[in-house]
């Protein structure tokens, strides 16, 4: 039946070096473009997979070797999408750009699938060359995996774990706390105002929560967009708009959110009590940011966040009460 996939135990020798050739081709080009994606940034790594692709370029020869010593040139098509119970290899490497870790997860789960494969495969064939071929590459697989699970410490140096370490680090913060910080600021700031200002004048606190939770979505949503449209990653190497979109737009809304909820309280001033230490704390929270990734005293960036975040707060109240 066309599209119906096969069961390993029913495949022939035959058919079962042909897939074996086929995911040795597939692996080999998945090293290789991991290798070309990490070298700017990641090059001790980079030069770990080219190894490694190379090392499934000569699996795949050995492979297609015994192939044609038994069978000949005419190899059938069997893939892995072809085999029940065969998980298909996840296109990652399409993803720019790359993160070593998720990598490394990968390779790590690719090498225990290869060997589990190759060491079943072994089981039912009956040829004793082929048999021994199929186990020495389970125990190379099962290598891989190995090395995946610890390529920092087994293969890289110290100076290039450290200027990997720092690639990473340079990395998250291009593509996750650049744009949350940006986000995180802009909700816990620029909500104050609205907040505050409708508190204020309705001495209501349904209605001040009313307002802010518009506010905190609505800034949400705008920065979200503002941030995804801003730069598609391409140059800058910011990473996935999608990504620092969402990032920027979540926070917004948490950052808009956070002195927004005690207005849930049915006591006016009871929730504005609470509200006013809520924005103190997400203050100090964005200086401790700032002070962590950006590199900015903290007090220095305390005395910046808290000076803009009282100005916003006293306009609001002063708008508000007037």
């Known amino acids: ?4 996939k096969r069961r390993l135990a029913d495949l022939s020798e ?71 119970g065969m998980p298909p290899r996840h296109p990652l490497w399409l993803v720019r750009p ?18 589990a494969f190759y060491r079943k495969a072994a089981g039912q064939v009956a040829d004793a060359e082929t048999r021994r071929l199929l186990t020495e590459l389970a125990a190379a697989e099962s290598g891989h995996r190995a090395l995946a699970a610890h390529l920092a410490a087994d293969k890289l140096g110290p ?13 998250f913060v291009l593509q996750i706390v650049q744009p949350g910080l940006a986000g995180l600021m802009d909700g816990s700031v620029s909500t104050l105002a609205p907040l505050f200002a409708a508190a204020f004048a309705t001495q209501n606190a349904h ?7 518009a506010a905190a979505i609505g800034a949400g949503i705008s920065m979200g967009f503002a941030e995804a449209l801003s730069d598609d990653g391409a140059l800058s190497g910011r990473g996935s708009p999608l990504l620092r979109g969402v990032a920027s737009g979540v926070m917004t809304a948490l950052g808009g959110l956070g002195h927004t909820l005690p207005y849930l ?7 504005t009590a609470i509200a ?10 964005i200086a401790f940011i700032r002070a962590r990734y950006m590199d900015t005293p903290f007090l220095k960036a305390a005395f910046q966040v808290i000076v803009g975040g009282v100005l916003v707060f006293a306009t609001g109240i002063l708008i508000g009460a007037g």
Request: proline residues 3%; contains cysteine.
């Open 14 to 84: 035959r058919e079962i070096l042909s897939l074996a050739v086929a995911s040795e081709e597939e692996d080999r080009r998945i090293y290789a473009s991991y290798a070309e994606a990490l070298a700017p940034e990641f090059p001790a790594t980079a030069a770990v997979f080219r190894e490694m692709s190379a090392e499934e370029g000569g699996h795949h020869d050995r492979l297609a070797a015994r192939y044609a010593a038994k069978f000949g040139d005419a190899m059938p098509l069997v893939r892995r999408q072809d085999v029940r």
């Open 265 to 271: 309280i049915p006591d006016f001033m009871v929730a």
């Open 207 to 213: 209605d001040a929560f009313a307002v802010g939770l």
């Open 98 to 115: 790359l993160g070593v870790k998720a990598i490394r997860r990968q390779i790590e789960a690719m090498e225990s699938e290869s060997e």
């Open 159 to 171: 100076e290039a774990q450290a200027a990997e370490t720092a690639a990473e680090r340079r990395t």
């Open 276 to 285: 006013c230490a809520v924005v103190a704390a997400e203050l100090i929270v």
């Open 1 to 4: 039946m066309l599209g119906q």
